[in-house]
């Protein structure tokens, strides 16, 4: 349970960017994520909300910071779509807490642990969303498997890309 | 006390945010008189301010990269992309032509149908007035098969409006702002519409499954449904005008959870997944509307008058062929024909003459010997007579 206490021994190694970051990339996120599955159809498999959640939440190492910032990128993705606003908020206000939960452990530098933590992520969220339609709340849902893990795939795939640009950004001092 | 807040508080943030969030859901989620778990079609109005928040953060920088990629687009097509315009504008201004006599020849029709219908009292829903409109984005999730249209509230759009291309439908409004409009996509599980088999005239439900491909459901095993067949909008579900392209079959399985039906594979007419330009159709009449009633006697004077100069001068060719002497005349003998008139200085071929005569043969038939132009008998040894046209000019009757 320490890692839910509110002492960080990683205090010290908290990421920082520039602040204009922390709105721009995830409002850019969320175009391109409305914007590009129009030009590649049904073929986007990605979540770049998700991706950049884990990766600031994994940065930042703050569990808060990461649960109020992967609640508002799930809810403004639930805004945009015709469902009830908060299936999305859910999966990932608990993707960021955990995002950042992780990050007090592991070692953040490390491209690899962070793809797979990615990976593995990406899966529990869609695994939260379809939880929370169809037992929750009993609605009826078509969803398919292989398709989700795709989009781990997908966002791995991205993350792989974006990760190492963003961490160009980081205040180093 | 204090401690324990200090120490959980990650935990208690979260738990926070989620529960939050669950009352949200029971708020916007109810139960039908059957039992089912639905969301409220009708978002409750702090729910619609969320949505109108988050459309209004993501609209413009969508505008934005819709602009520049129409800009670019615009570029190449009107710089770059002009060679052989003129040749096109010439095929086109001919297909015009030939569209306007279509059309004022259809005209009476296409009134007739209408008086007709009027009489039966059948209210036959004409589009009335259409809205063209530009897809800038998407839900981003294709769990949620809605689009936004760069038009809203203000260019008259209202929720449940059909959308619709030149290649058949699209799907209907579902939620208005006032410079953008969410559309539903007929291949989302959530939609619907009222479609009919052109062939069959089978009448069945179109919606979405989890795939994104369109399928009638709730279609009673036959077999006479076959892939290739035509799909149309029935007009029942007040949000379709009726005979609207949707699709062609594509194929047609067992529903797999009730033996005697089957489920429909539609093919959808418009690309779906490609939407760029769709039409918004925000009125529908059932008489034709003052401004087709204008294109139509436009086309009637532009075009009526050519129409009725074919006509005449179809008539006139008509007594003209009447009045001449024809290539069989049954006043005269069979050697005296125009046919065999000399003075034609295009002859007529005639066919080459049986090797071996039989039954069948026409002179058989008649019991008349053939004869040949010179009047002599056929070649026993089965060489066939020369077609070569007769020289006795034909005597004509007084």
């Known amino acids: ?173 | 006390m204090d401690s324990f807040f200090t120490r959980y508080r990650n935990l208690l943030v979260l738990l926070a945010m989620l529960m939050a969030q669950i009352v949200g859901l029971a708020v916007q989620v109810r139960r039908t008189d059957e039992g089912r778990s639905t969301v409220d079609p009708t978002d409750a109005p702090g729910v619609r301010l969320i949505r109108l928040w988050a459309e209004a953060m993501v609209a413009p920088p969508e505008r934005l990269i819709h602009g520049s990629k129409m800009g670019v687009s615009s570029f190449w097509q009107n710089y770059i992309d002009l060679r052989h315009v003129r040749e096109q504008n010439h095929d086109l201004q001919k297909t015009i032509d030939r569209l306007r006599l279509e059309q004022a020849s259809l005209l009476e029709d296409a009134r007739q149908g209408e008086r007709l219908q009027a009489l039966l009292q059948f209210q036959q829903r004409y589009i009335y007035s259409t809205v063209p409109a530009q897809a800038i984005g998407s839900s981003g999730s294709d769990q949620s098969r809605v689009f936004y249209l760069d038009k809203g509230s203000s260019d008259g759009l209202k929720p449940d409006m059909a959308v619709i291309t030149a290649d058949g439908i699209v799907g209907k409004v579902r939620d208005v702002f006032p410079h953008t409009a969410q559309i539903l996509v007929i291949n989302d599980p959530t939609s619907g519409a009222g479609v009919i088999l052109e062939t069959t005239r089978t009448r069945g439900i179109l919606t979405g499954n989890a795939s994104g491909l369109l399928e009638i459901v709730g279609i009673l095993a036959d077999n006479r449904i076959k892939p290739g067949e035509n799909v149309v909008t029935a007009g029942g579900d007040l949000i379709f005008p009726r005979g609207l392209p949707v699709g062609v079959v594509e194929k047609v399985l067992r529903d797999p959870d009730r033996d005697a039906f089957i489920d429909v594979i539609v093919k959808p007419a418009a690309h779906l997944d490609r939407l760029d330009e769709v039409l918004v159709i925000t009125n529908t009449q059932p008489r034709f509307s003052p401004e087709q009633q204008q294109d139509l006697t436009t086309s009637e004077e532009v075009k009526g008058a050519e129409v009725e100069a074919i006509k005449d001068q179809l008539k006139a060719s008509q007594i003209m062929a009447e009045r001449l002497p024809g290539l069989i005349d049954p006043n005269l003998p069979p050697d005296q024909q125009p046919l065999l008139d000399t003075s034609n200085p295009v002859p007529v071929a005639h066919p080459p003459q049986a090797l071996h005569p039989d039954r069948f043969t026409p002179e058989a038939t008649t019991g008349t010997v053939p004869v040949a132009s010179d009047g002599s008998k056929p070649a026993a040894s089965g060489v066939p007579q020369s077609a070569k046209p007769q020289t006795a000019k034909p005597e004509r009757n007084p």
């Open chain 1, 1 to 173: 349970m320490s890692v839910l206490g509110a002492n960080f021994r990683h205090d010290l190694e908290i990421r920082r960017y520039p602040l204009l970051l922390y709105v721009l990339v995830p409002l850019t996120a969320l175009v391109l994520q409305a914007w590009l599955p129009r030009v590649l159809g049904s073929y986007a498999w990605f979540d770049l909300p998700l991706v950049v959640t884990v990766y600031f939440a994994l940065g930042r190492r703050s569990p808060i910071q990461g649960t109020i910032m992967g609640a508002a990128m799930g809810l403004f993705e639930d805004a945009l779509s015709h469902h009830a606003i908060g299936i999305n908020g859910i999966a990932k206000t608990t993707v960021g807490f955990l995002a950042a939960s992780f990050g007090v452990r592991i070692d953040v530098e490390n491209h690899t642990i962070r793809l797979i933590l990615n990976f593995l992520l990406s899966l529990l969220s869609s695994a939260i969303f379809v939880f929370v339609y169809r037992v929750m709340l009993g609605l009826d849902l078509k969803w398919q498997w292989f398709t989700e893990v795709f989009r781990a795939i997908g966002n791995s795939l991205i993350a792989m890309v974006l990760f190492p640009l963003l961490d160009r950004l980081l205040i180093r001092e």
